[in-house]
T-cell receptor, first 113, second 113 residues
Framework: NAGVMQNPRHLVRRRGQEARLRCSPM?????VYWYRQLPEEGLKFMVY????????ESGMPKERFSAEFPKEGPSILRIQQVVRGDSAAYFC???????????FGPGTRLLVL | DQQVKQNSPSLSVQEGRISILNCDYT??????FLWYKKYPAEGPTFLIS?????DKNEDGRFTVFLNKSAKHLSLHIVPSQPGDSAVYFC????????????FGIGTKLQVIP
């Protein structure tokens, strides 16, 4: 059973460009969570999705950030018009059920120049 | 506002000795606590958890203790092994719905051979 997959592992963008981060949950998992880890900080919750639904996006910045988890395909975290402060590691996790353990992917390290 | 606090950024322990990692929390609503281990360039890996109805949970070399009155938990690793060298994140969630996890900033453990 493959683990949570994230790609790309590293992403470099210039200010103003768009960043698209992809996450494929573990097989059988329909719950996806995105976290952001800024340098020297812990992981911060961003958004929780189930298939085709955003359940909780309370941790996501109101502007420029969006997330989706379509019926088919991976979950996407999209950052428009990136700024230097968006440079961070973005982790995706998935779980089988609501209160089940979250399994993390290897992360995408975004660097904004 | 840091609801989960790990006040020791790093810890060095001799191989074979006990490692004790500490964590304090401020949110009285937390009822489920977790420890994750993270190696460089990888995502966090679930290690062990404890419900607020218990004060101890053991899994092999890993034991988590919870002191609700002090809002404090600790992770004991005994005996420590060089492969345990990693960053350890304390995390907590509130009851109801899905597991919305709040992470501490992490403690870097180095086990010296």
């Amino acid at each position: 059973n493959a683990g949570v997959m994230q790609n790309p592992r590293h992403l470099v963008r210039r200010r103003g460009q768009e960043a698209r981060l992809r996450c494929s949950p573990m097989k059988g998992h329909s719950h996806v969570y995105w976290y952001r880890q800024l340098p020297e900080e812990g992981l911060k919750f961003m958004v929780y999705l189930q298939k085709e639904n955003i359940i909780d996006e309370s941790g996501m910045p109101k502007e420029r950030f969006s997330a989706e988890f379509p019926k088919e395909g991976p979950s996407i975290l999209r950052i428009q018009q990136v700024v230097r402060g968006d440079s961070a590691a973005y982790f995706c996790a998935s779980s089988e059920g609501l209160q089940e353990t979250q399994y993390f992917g290897p992360g995408t390290r975004l660097l904004v120049l | 506002d840091q609801q989960v606090k790990q006040n020791s950024p790093s810890l060095s322990v001799q191989e074979g000795r006990i490692s004790i990692l500490n964590c304090d929390y401020t949110n009285s609503m937390f009822d489920y606590f977790l420890w994750y281990k993270k190696y460089p360039a990888e995502g966090p890996t679930f290690l062990i958890s404890i419900s607020s109805i218990k004060d101890k949970n053991e899994d092999g070399r890993f034991t988590v203790f919870l002191n609700k009155s002090a809002k404090h938990l600790s992770l004991h690793i005994v005996p420590s092994q060089p492969g345990d060298s990693a960053v350890y994140f304390c995390a907590a969630s509130v009851p109801g719905g899905y597991q919305k996890v709040t992470f501490g900033i992490g403690t870097k453990l180095q086990v010296i051979p």
